[in-house]
Structure formats: C-alpha cells, structure tokens
C-alpha cells in the first residue's frame, strides 16, 4: 500500500475494536426486543415495524460500500466518528418518530448509514492493514468474539431498559452509549492514512472491476447474501414468533442473549480454524449446519429448551461467517481495498437481511404464520453451503503495470 509505517498496537487494535464492534452491533442485536412495544404504543402492524429494519439493513449495505472506501483512503477513525453521532441521532428519533415514514428514516435510513462506518467492514480494514497475514483470520475472529460477548451482554441490558425506563427512554439511554465510540475512534487512528504519499497499486474502479470479475468473489457475495436473510430474520421476528407460540418475553430475551454468547465461541472458532483449514470449506459447513439446525427447530415441539439448544448452535453459527469471509478477500485481493470490498459483500448481507426481515412481517401479515420464511431459510442455507465450494482463496494473479 505504501512505505511502512508503525503499525497501531495489537492490544489496543483488538481492543477498541472490539469495544466499537460491541456498541454497535449490540445495540443493532437486540431490536428484535422493541417490534411489540412500538408496534402497541403506535398502533403499526408488524410489517411497519420490519420495514424501517429492512431500510435500515439495506441502507447499511449501499453506504458500507462508500464508509469503506472513506476508511480505506483516509483511515477508520474518521468514519467511526461520524457514524457514532449519526447513531446516537438514530436512536433518539426512532424514540419519538411518529410516523411510519419518520420511523423509516431514523430507525432506516440515520442507523443504517451509523452501522455501516462502525461495524465490521471498517474494523476490519484496520486489522488488515495492521496485522501479517500470518495473523490476520485470528485477529479477525478475536475482535468477533470479543464483540459477540458485548452482545450477550447487550440483549439483557436492552430488556431491562426497556422494562424498568420504558421504550422510549431506553433508546435514548442506549444513543447516549454509542457516543463512546468517539474516544474508541481515537485508539484505532491510523497517523498515515490520506497523505498524499500513500502509493495504490490499483485505483478504486480497477478494484471494483477486478473483484466483481472473480467468480469467487461473486460466491462469497451469493453465501453473503443467505447470511444476511437468516440472521436478520432470526433476530427481529424470533422474539414476537414465541411469543405468539406462547412463551414469555423473557424466553426471547434469553434466547438472543444465548446466540451473542455462544456467537464468542462460534466467531473465535472460526477464525482460528482459518489460519489452518481452507476458509472456503469452513464456509460451506457453517451454512449447512444452519439449514440443519433450523430445520430440527422448526420440526421438534416447542418449549423453552428447544429454544435455548436452538439459540446456542445457531449461536455457533451466528457471525462465524464474517472472519472467514474477510480473510478470503483480503487473501486474495490484499488489503489496499479491504474496507471497501468488505462494504460490497456486505452490501449483499444486507441485501438479503432487507428481503428477509422484510418478507418475515409481510407473510406473518398475510398468513399469520412465520413457517414459510423458517423453510425459505433452510433451502438457502442449502445452496450457500453449495456455493462457497467452488471458491479458491489464493492470491489473485495480476498482470505487472505497463512501463
């Protein structure tokens, strides 16, 4: 990319990264808890509700392109300032948005642009930068399990603000929190980004064209997508899914605390197996074993511990795909880019989470059922498994400048 410069510290990178990467999808881990409440107090169906969220999410996947490209120029912590005031703004509007149109622009569009620049594309661009190869899917899944533990920790404190300050207020309470991204921002500063002297070896568009010409990347982006679908399904219409098949609230609470827990092991995992199994086959087997477990949740009967066994392996399952799939594409294409190219496999994530959350309130509202969407997630964690096979994860072979 450049001369060399003095790397940030591995302590602190892992650290505030991690710490941001808490914050942010912590807060974003338990919105499943505010669907019922808002949707009561406002008077809104359920698709009103899981419309802001699929904004939100496709929102998030167009401007993590842009937030990537800003933190690959001109280093992370800018963006990570900027998207932590947008979400705190975020926060506090979808507190007091009266409309469904308000809602979709503060709980869509102002949190989704605030994820993109404080998730993982943009800290994972950091530890590319500033971590070898040798170490890179390792610090990947250690910065993963470290945020994964901030949202087990995260889903109850969410539940009881919601119960003991009421909804409204515990947005605002939970705005306030993702201020101290801003401190964080400043542990994860990068001296030589966006200097003039910082030498590319290819423009953006080369890299844009290139990668989008790569049928491996093309596959990784497809996985992406099913990702993104099942995940964001999960975790905003599981909570209102028992509660209508008869269990507490606190079941649900449990549950999305269950998936952030075992998501510590499941992302650590992941990224250590990385440094030795092809990341390509690692894939492959954490889709498949989704689509299983989805499969045995939907078919056993239903009780409070069919729920937990259900959230702790999809909890394995969780963000496991993320360090594979951000080591794969910095190992083939380098890390000039990384940021930005994260943003665009993301942008597939979150074009899956859009349909998914999307399409999850849409048929509950026409069928009263969740069951065909439990189904479309299983078919698709099937061919996500299939289609990360064909993927080869050595270095791209590029045709030297011409004098």
Known sequence: MSATHTPIPLFRLLLCGALVVTLSMGVRHGFGLW????????????????????????????????SGMLADRFGASRVLIGCAILYALGLV????????????????VLIGMAQAGTTYPVVYGVIGRNVGIERRSWAMGMAAAAGSFGQ???????????????????????????????????????????????VREQSIAQAVKEAFGYRSFQWLMAGYFVCGFQLVFIGVHMPSYLKDRGLSPEVASYALALIGLFNVVGTYVAGTLGQRLPKPRILSAIYLLRAISIALF???PLSPASVYVFSAAMGMLWLSTVPPTSAVIAQIFGVAHLSMLAGFTFFSHQLGSFIGVWMGGLLYDRTGSYDGVWWCCVALGVFAALANLPVREAPITRQPAAA
């Open 298 to 300: 939907v078919l056993a």
């Open 35 to 66: 669907l019922q409440p808002i949707t009561q107090a406002q008077n809104w169906t359920r698709e009103t509700f899981a419309m802001g969220m699929a904004v939100q999410n496709l929102t998030w996947g167009c401007a993590g392109i842009f």
């Open 93 to 108: 509007g979808m507190a007091y948005a009266d409309s469904p149109t308000t809602f979709a622009l503060t709980c869509g």
């Open 152 to 198: 087990f920790l995260m889903v109850p404190v969410e539940g009881w603000l919601i119960l003991n300050l009421g909804w409204q207020q515990a947005l605002a309470v939970l705005g306030a929190a993702c201020l101290l991204i801003l401190p964080l921002a400043i542990g994860l500063r990068e001296p030589h980004m966006g200097r003039s002297q910082v």
